[in-house]
């Protein structure tokens, strides 16, 4: 088999590779990954790292270790992210940089796009950047919450050609193989459905987070982007070794042959709605016209808190989901606007104003 023809790719470590057992940082298995980077770098191939274990890398610094608040986990976050950064950093005879992300420093556009411009600028200056999730300073609505599916929007920022998951597993089973001795490793997926994620159950170690849904869940957001997707047991050396041969060590996903358009793809998988407009009507028909189709009489319901420039959601009452878009309004001034939909001065204030979502990034989920 020939070698992988890769210009760029993201290669994903969890917590257990970086900080077995929560006793603070260990080089012992990251030695053959830091070995993989530097092999692929002399091939020429753009490296970008997502590591895990901040917080299993701090935990050792704390009285108690299990069961704690958020504000103790952030908090072991926070001091186990420079010890991460260090442990890395003593494998490497180039220079890396830390790239500290929350969901919202992805799912705004503007901001997406400088983080990509500066993960393309890192790389064109031979950096390798090694990104995490901001976990000090993260709240419910501001996360990803878990560095599987942050290294699939990080491997799409990036351009990346592949993403690699390195996991304490050989790869996806077809259930739990520390639950059930007769689980049988599945080398290949060709397509994504309900039975590959009904495979995956949680994380049975006490760093891991997400388990193997997570990492299904990255394969989706990925392939989707053309991307080749593998899982693969960080534990062995034999891994990288067969990935540099071209081989597959453990779970590989096909990429879709025709990736989605960049921004479509990233109002898809990356941008998340910050509230919905339940509407009635053809939507079909209303979109023929385009986003000026979509007026305040066909909305039934406009929920939660969103302003100009936000991702929405806009479905019908049956859950159908139909687009993601921008919005143009907030959903307080939208809220009013539909309740008076009848009067034709508010019915010429939004004529003036504009459409209610936005053409610029969206994208049509199962049916118009
Ligand atoms: N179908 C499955 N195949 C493989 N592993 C599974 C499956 N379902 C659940 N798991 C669990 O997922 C774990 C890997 O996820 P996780 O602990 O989050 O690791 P990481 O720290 O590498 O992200 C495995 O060790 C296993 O316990
Ligand atoms: N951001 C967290 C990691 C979260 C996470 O997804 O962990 P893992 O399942 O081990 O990849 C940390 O650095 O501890």
Redo the contacts with the bound molecule.
């Keep these: 088999m020939s070698e992988f023809n890769w210009k760029r790719i993201v290669i994903?470590v969890?917590?257990?590779l970086i900080a077995p057992n929560k006793s603070g940082c260990s080089s012992h298995y990251l030695l053959s990954i830091a070995q993989f980077i530097v092999r692929c770098r002399s091939k020429g191939i753009e490296v970008v790292l997502v590591?895990?274990?901040?917080?299993?890398a701090g935990a050792h610094l704390f009285d108690d270790i299990d069961n704690v608040p958020i504000a103790t986990k952030k908090a072991m976050?926070a001091a186990?992210?420079t010890e991460?950064m260090a442990t890395w950093d003593k494998l490497f005879d180039f220079p890396s940089a830390q790239v500290l992300l929350t969901h919202a420093d992805l799912r705004n556009r503007d901001r997406y796009v400088s983080v990509k411009e500066t993960i393309a600028t890192l790389l064109s200056n031979g950096i390798l950047p090694i990104i995490?999730?901001n976990?000090t300073v993260t709240t419910d609505k501001l996360k990803v919450g878990?560095?599987?599916n942050l290294s699939a929007m990080v491997a799409a920022a990036a351009d990346a050609n592949a993403l690699i998951i390195c996991s304490d597993i050989d790869g996806l089973y077809d259930k739990n193989p520390h639950l059930h001795e007769d689980a049988k490793l599945i080398s290949w997926v060709s397509k994504i459905d309900a039975s590959i994620y009904s495979m995956a159950g949680g994380?049975t170690s006490s760093?891991?987070?997400?388990g193997m849904r997570?990492k299904i869940e990255a394969a989706e957001k990925a392939t989707s982007n053309g991307i080749d997707t593998f899982i693969i047991n960080g534990f062995t050396e034999l891994s990288f070794n067969m990935l540099l041969q071209g081989k597959n060590p453990g779970t590989h996903f096909q990429p879709f042959e025709q990736p989605m358009q960049e921004n479509v793809h990233w109002m898809t998988h990356t941008s998340k709605a910050q509230g919905e407009l339940v509407v009635e009507g053809d939507f079909n028909e209303t979109l023929n016209e385009g986003v000026e189709g979509l007026t305040a009489d066909e909305i039934v319901e406009v929920n939660g808190d969103f302003a100009v420039g936000d991702t929405i959601l806009v479905r019908r009452d049956d859950g159908t989901k139909l687009v993601k878009a921008e919005a143009n309004y907030s959903s307080c001034l939208l809220s009013f606007l539909t309740r008076h939909s009848e009067h034709s001065r508010y019915n010429e204030y939004m004529q003036k104003t504009g459409p209610i979502i936005s053409e610029k990034n969206l994208a049509v989920l199962e049916e118009k």
């Design positions: 994903k969890g917590s257990a590591s895990s274990g901040s917080v299993a976050a186990g992210q991460m995490n999730e976990d878990d560095n599987d994380a760093v891991g987070t997400g997570t």
